[in-house]
């Protein structure tokens, strides 16, 4: 590869960077949100606790995108799963119970009560957003291979 080709492919890798890197923080803000909402809105329940878990691990892939934009999908699909995997299993112990006596926003990112279910829809969670962000890299590859029409 030529000098003048390496550095236009660079640009390039910088930019989609960059572009996938706004995109996650808007929407690891409108999913902050959601979830929110989702929190305050919802009667506590089975439905609420559903969407909740599945937008915390939304919301950790969208993170790790934003810390790593040129991190591959999979690798993203990977460390949101196992955080999410983590924070549930830390339920075990006292510390989440702890942490939300003394700060009561903590039950937010550290839960409060241990949930099985809540590992499988972690793993749908950060599943539908591998196929997303797969989706997403597939069409903007075409879009750059793609041949000009007149």
Excluded: K
């Amino acid at each position: 590869m030529s000098g003048a080709a390496g550095a236009q492919q660079e640009r390039t890798s910088r930019v989609d960077a960059l572009r996938r890197r706004v995109a996650a923080a808007v929407l690891l803000a409108a999913t902050v949100a959601l979830g929110l909402a989702v929190h305050y809105a919802l009667p506590d329940g089975e439905f609420g606790d559903i969407v909740g878990a599945g937008l915390y691990t939304v919301a950790v892939y969208l993170g790790v995108v934003l810390l790593a934009p040129r991190a591959r999908a999979w690798t993203a699909f990977a460390l949101a799963v196992a955080w999410s995997f983590a924070v549930e299993l830390l339920q075990l112990t006292e510390l989440p119970a702890r942490a939300n006596e003394a700060f009561a926003p903590a039950r937010l990112v550290l839960g409060s009560g241990f949930e099985v279910r809540d590992l499988l829809v972690y793993a749908l969670g950060g599943g539908v957003m591998l196929c997303v962000d797969l989706a997403v890299t597939r069409i903007r590859a075409r879009r750059r291979h793609a041949p000009l029409v007149p």
